[in-house]
């Protein structure tokens, strides 16, 4: 008698916990490729996967670490990562199959525009370093391998008129090796692409005994534009972005955006689109780039079709275009 009501007492558990465990519910666990801990799409990243976790009863998500917008194009492609922040100009190359792509395009679909990239040629006073020609025969870092600033800047210096892999001397470093490197002086320049302020670049420039430099680019966009298309744009550094500028800094511009793969669930696309732009507020205390999400011209800013479930916010906003 005893041994049967063991029995049933282990039966009734089993089926207690049987009963739970059906209960409980099952959570979605996505992951949002960002970039390098230097840059704004790690940290923005981070700001948006606490977002999604908070607000979003049954998912939760995790920032990652990668080498920016190529490696995260290829992320989403292989579905090795769910949302992915990017360069336009890079996103753009995996739709159509083009460049690093070519070949074998990527089905990307675009949740929303964010902030606009900067591109900035960083160097020191005293280098001799006044324009992208200049860099004839330095030493330069274009960005680490797979990142959209890298493919950017090799676009740069070829419309310059300068050969990447013959005219300078090319390091692949990301923003902050890149920014420790200059402060030791084992590089004479680097490129980044990326929002206002990035940390790694302020952090070199509030380094005292250091003065940065940031070198114009503006005569380079239509170069650019004729050659790519209208991916990029004239932008300006305002003189106050960072520690030790005398005045603006006309630059090239290119639009970031936050993608996912033509197969990510619609209702979550939709869902995360509308909780970006209903708790900005939220993500302008982790960036302030945050603040330059908008409503405004979102279909102007990208030729890559947008994501259903983006679409019907924008719809429901009434966006013009969708």
């Given at each position: ?157 070829r419309v310059a008129g300068i050969d990447p892999d013959r005219d300078i001397r090319k390091e692949r470093l990301g ?120 409503l405004l011209r979102i279909t102007g800013r990208t030729p890559i079709p947008f994501h259903p479930g983006a679409a ?11």
């Amino acid at each position: 008698m005893g041994v049967l009501r063991r029995l049933c007492g282990a039966l009734l558990v089993a089926t207690l916990l049987a009963a739970g465990a059906a209960a409980a519910p099952t959570v979605r666990r996505i992951s949002i490729a960002t970039g390098g801990t230097g840059g704004v799409y790690f940290v923005l990243g981070g700001g948006l996967a606490r977002l999604i976790s908070q607000h979003i009863p049954g998912v939760q998500a995790t920032a990652e670490v990668t080498s920016a917008s190529v490696d995260n194009m290829r992320l989403i492609g292989a579905k090795r990562a769910d949302l992915a922040f990017t360069l336009n100009d890079t996103a753009y190359d995996a739709w159509r199959g083009l460049a690093d792509f070519r070949g074998t395009p990527i089905p990307v679909r675009v949740l929303a525009p964010i902030y606009d990239n900067y591109n900035h040629l960083v160097t020191l006073e005293g280098t001799g370093i006044n324009r992208v020609a200049d860099l004839r025969g330095k030493r330069v870092s274009v960005g680490s391998p797979g990142s959209g600033t890298e493919v950017t800047a090799l676009r740069i210096l070829r419309v310059a008129g300068i050969d990447p892999d013959r005219d300078i001397r090319k390091e692949r470093l990301g923003v902050a090796p890149s920014a420790d490197a200059l402060r030791d002086r084992k590089i004479d320049a680097f490129f980044w692409s990326g929002g206002l302020p990035t940390p790694a670049v302020l952090d070199l420039a509030s380094t005292p005994g250091i003065r940065a430099k940031i070198v114009p680019m503006d005569d380079l966009v239509e170069p650019l534009r004729k050659e790519f298309g209208p991916l990029y744009f004239r932008a300006v550094i305002s003189r106050v972005v960072y520690p030790g500028m005398d005045q603006p800094v006309p630059t090239i511009g290119v639009a970031n955006l936050l993608v996912v793969h033509q197969d990510f669930p619609e209702e979550l696309a939709y869902r995360i689109t509308r909780l970006i732009f209903e708790r900005k507020a939220e993500l302008e205390t982790v960036h302030a780039e945050a603040k330059n999400i908008t409503l405004l011209r979102i279909t102007g800013r990208t030729p890559i079709p947008f994501h259903p479930g983006a679409a019907r916010y924008y719809r429901e906003r009434g966006v013009p275009g969708f």
